[in-house]
């Protein structure tokens, strides 16, 4: 069984950073996909970046804008999201998502891939 939890959320004003970590465990982080995803209230969960196994690539929504950088510690089992120029439209619980299979850099952000969840961390951007 895998298990995921993030943790860094947190209430910021526009334009401050934050650095979001995914830690996971029960299973060889190698072998897995993986991507933070975010969702605001009402709204659809959405995909922010997605990056592959080996780390090699990386994928990001339109929004994102150069503003976010997803990475990851292989040898920690911990999956990152730097977030940069923060806005209030990123307003959102933020998950990560691990999937297995080959990475598509062209359907990263397509939500049944991915086999496992965490429980999100908040993120608040005030103006």
């Known amino acids: 069984q895998l298990q995921l939890v993030e943790s860094g959320g947190g209430s910021v004003q526009a334009g401050r950073s934050l650095r979001l970590s995914c830690v996971t465990s029960?299973?060889?982080?190698?072998?897995?996909?993986m991507a933070w995803f975010r969702q605001a209230p009402g709204k659809e969960r959405e995909g922010v970046a997605g990056?592959?196994?080996?780390?090699?690539?990386?994928n990001y929504a339109g929004f994102v804008k150069g503003r976010f950088t997803i990475s990851q510690d292989r040898a920690k089992n911990i999956l990152y999201l730097q977030m940069n120029s923060l806005e209030p439209e990123d307003t959102a619980m933020y998950y990560c998502?691990?999937?297995?299979?080959?990475?598509?850099?062209?359907?990263?952000?397509?939500?049944?891939?991915?086999?496992?969840w965490g429980q999100g961390t908040q993120v608040t951007v005030s103006s």
């Open positions: 998502a691990a999937g297995s299979g080959p990475y598509d850099g062209q359907s990263w952000w397509w939500k049944p891939r991915y086999t496992y």
């Open positions: 029960g299973y060889t982080y190698s072998s897995y996909f």
């Open positions: 990056i592959s196994a080996s780390g090699g690539v990386t």
